[in-house]
């Protein structure tokens, strides 16, 4: 069971509370997405999961026992700011960090040349690091991330800089590491990748958790109340409607309208009016449950 | 393996390998010598054009001639007129006039030297050790002083050194012992300075790239910390042990060179003699070094190292570029600074109580220690203090390092401040 658990997780600098108990679980076979505004306190909260700085208060379990050193061992952490030693060869950086986390040289070389040829890397496997552009760099330090095998995977905007095709292949394998029941944590402040690839989310701001839980649920928990039409012909009572402040129209396009729903106002009624007229060829009627964008706007700005 | 271990091996092989390490290695001692070379031909040069033409007015009468028959030397005397010779200095027709009053004969008066730009130092000398000699030839010639007492006031002696040590007598004159220990005090303040700002470099590298927070992701700041320090120090013994099998075969390859310049028959010897003989006869003195110096230098050049670099590596982790770093330097080198700069003083009287304190305090020991372990018998308690002190001294610079690098490896943005150092170093 390689779950993660903070409890109260706290760490001050000065005046500052950069994280201020914090606290989540995530569990193997699941990816936690950690979201937060920039300076929310997710690198710090990733840091002290890393064993980089000790909390201030709290405690961080991985397994049931509290994380240091031997949890290092087994856990992969790729940061928001990329770093690696411009003039090694891509082959002795990896074979490096990998060193660096146990693994001997002769179990490495195997995994090294496994991934590079994944990764579509492997004629550059000689070459200095200097040598290779951006988003090849970014692919090598997932590799040299992944390729202790770790049983927790830190994961700081992983696809910031990548072009799609690239994103879609880390997407793959990170499936691949969700599927062998890694337990993974993806930070991030892209809403769209955090909705297509997290079971769980935890929501930081100013340092504090604002929400957590399953992604799911926490949809489910807010009200859907935006309403998206399309239809061809006329229907005029919708123009009546607004205007007595039953909706208000978000978007209004040739065919397709996106209307909010004012409290009390019945998205069923509009339905069987349009139903009604004969002229209109209804083409979509969806109450469309909030994105995580909305949710985080919500939820970070009544904690504001 | 230990983390410490891995990261050394990483950084010795990744600079050992480096074409930086290899040039700087092969043409390093080459440099040396150019640059000695260009001193030694500059000043050699300096001193032969600088020659003078000094005009002497000689109101006593009696000391001209008395100075000439010594011989002028470099420089050229020339007798003027009492009235003329300001004119002619300011005119440039001499480069200056010395007037010797009546009165120098019985003391009363001194000799003035007149020029428009003033003198210096030697030619002062110069004239004042001439004007000395005529002015005791002419008083002892007037009092009739046989020739025999002056070759007797002529007389030089000069003192011979011979150092006593358990193996016997080693013969060589001071000053080469003088010199082996300048010598080996300056490549002891270089090495520590080369090599421990190297450790600097590399953390400001590390922490510049963002390198760092992978690395302590995976290893203790401390391991990373002493796998810096000790790579690049095993680094630097390595390039200096190729330098020293460079100097000794420079050394066995001097010898014939020497001799093929020197001509046997100036010493009474048949042309084909041997270049042993050779240098024999010629009675060059080379002083014998006892290897014990070299092991001391090794472990003083560790000791200083690693105190060093520890300091330089906090320099290194406060900053994000070599440029912001040069005000957090200045104190951290003057020590260092410090114990070149009392180099003559420690090797005029190695025994001195300046001597003594400075080969004992850690930030200043390995200098003035290696000079005087070189030029003298130190007593065995001052160089287990003064090692034992160093040791303190470098656990303790290596801790303190450890802790700013423990928070500032991960501090961007700004440039550390040293109140915020003094913060990093709660948080740790």
């Known amino acids: 069971m390689s779950e993660l658990l903070l409890r109260g997780a706290t760490k001050r600098y000065g005046s500052v509370t950069a994280a201020d108990h914090v606290s989540f679980k995530a569990c193997s076979g699941r990816i936690l997405g950690l979201l937060g505004p920039n300076g929310a306190g997710k690198t710090t909260t990733i840091r002290m999961i890393a064993d980089i700085t000790a909390p201030d208060e709290g405690e961080i379990t991985f397994g049931g026992r509290p994380v240091g050193a031997w949890s290092q061992a087994q856990m992969g952490y790729l940061p928001e700011e990329r770093g690696l030693y411009k003039k090694m060869k891509v082959v002795d950086q990896l074979r490096y960090l990998a060193e660096l986390k146990g693994i001997s040289r002769s179990d490495s070389k195997p995994r090294i040349s496994h991934w590079l040829q994944r990764l579509g890397l492997e004629a550059w496997a000689m070459r200095k690091t200097q040598e290779l552009s951006k988003g090849m760099q970014q692919k090598l330090q997932f590799i040299a991330t992944i390729l202790p095998e770790p049983r927790l995977v830190i994961l700081d905007e992983p696809f910031s800089g990548l072009d799609p095709v690239n994103s879609e292949l880390l997407r793959d394998i990170i499936g691949e590491l969700k599927a062998d029941g890694r337990t993974i944590l993806f930070a991030s402040h892209r809403m769209e990748q955090v909705e297509q690839l997290c079971d769980d989310i935890c929501l930081v701001a100013k340092g504090r958790v604002v929400l957590n839980g399953v992604l799911r649920d926490i949809k489910r928990s807010y009200k859907r109340d935006k309403l998206a039409l399309e239809f061809g012909g006329a229907a005029p009572f919708l123009d009546e409607m607004a205007q007595a402040g039953a909706f208000e129209f978000l978007q209004q396009n040739e065919d397709l309208r996106i209307l909010k729903l004012a409290d009390g106002t019945n998205a069923r009624e509009i339905l069987e009016r349009l139903m009604a007229l004969p002229e209109v060829d209804l083409w979509r009627f969806e109450l469309m449950e909030p994105t995580l964008t909305e949710i985080f706007i919500r939820a970070v700005g009544a904690n504001a | ?428």
Do not use: C
């Open chain 2, 1 to 428: 393996m230990h983390k410490s271990l891995i990261i050394l091996r990483s950084e010795f092989m990744r600079r050992v390998s480096s074409k930086t390490f290899i040039i700087t290695t092969l043409l390093g001692p080459l440099l040396v010598v150019v640059f000695f070379g260009i001193i030694i031909f500059i000043s050699v040069a300096a001193l032969e054009s600088d020659s003078w033409t000094i005009g002497i007015v000689d109101e006593t009468g009696v000391l001209f001639d008395r100075i000439l028959e010594r011989g002028a030397g470099d420089h050229e005397l020339v007798r003027v007129d009492a009235g003329s010779a300001r004119a002619d200095v300011m005119a440039g027709r001499y480069d200056g006039y010395v007037r010797l009053p009546a009165g120098l004969i019985d003391g009363s008066e001194r000799p003035e030297f007149f020029t428009s730009g003033g003198g210096g130092f030697s030619i002062e000398a110069y004239l004042g050790r001439r004007i000395e000699r005529a002015l005791e030839d002419y008083l002892l010639d007037e009092r009739n002083v046989p020739a025999d007492v002056r070759a007797i006031m002529n007389r030089s002696v000069y003192v011979e050194s011979v150092k006593l040590s358990d193996e016997g007598e080693e013969a060589g004159s001071t000053a080469a012992y003088g010199a082996i220990g300048g010598v080996m005090g300056f490549l002891m303040y270089m090495t520590t300075l080369i090599y421990g700002s190297l450790v600097m470099y590399a953390a400001i590298e590390d922490k510049s790239s963002r390198v760092v927070e992978i690395i302590i992701s995976s290893a203790r700041p401390f391991d990373l910390l002493m796998g810096k320090v000790l790579g690049i120090g095993a680094m630097g013994l390595v390039q200096m042990a190729a330098w020293a099998s460079m100097f000794v075969v420079a050394l066995l390859a001097a010898g014939p060179l020497v001799g093929a310049f020197m001509d046997p028959a100036a010493y009474d010897l048949p042309a084909n003699v041997s270049n042993q003989e050779l240098l024999a006869a010629a009675d060059i003195p080379l002083p014998s070094i006892s290897p014990t110096i070299f092991i001391w230098f090794i472990l003083y050049f560790a000791g200083a190292f690693i105190l060093y670099a520890g300091l330089f590596a906090a320099v290194g982790v406060m900053v994000e570029s070599p440029q912001e770093a040069q005000p957090l330097l200045l104190p951290i080198m003057m020590p260092l600074v410090l114990s070149i700069v009392f180099i003559s003083p420690v090797l005029q009287s190695p025994n001195s109580a300046l001597a003594v304190v400075l080969s004992l305090v850690p930030l200043t020991s390995s200098v003035p220690m290696i000079i005087r372990l070189a030029i003298t018998d130190v007593p065995f308690w001052q160089v287990l203090l003064s090692f034992a002190l160093l040791v303190g001294g470098f656990l303790a610079s290596i801790w303190l390092s450890a802790r700013i690098f423990r928070t500032g490896m991960l501090m961007y943005g700004k440039k550390a401040s040293l109140k915020d150092v003094v913060r990093w170093f709660r948080y740790a």
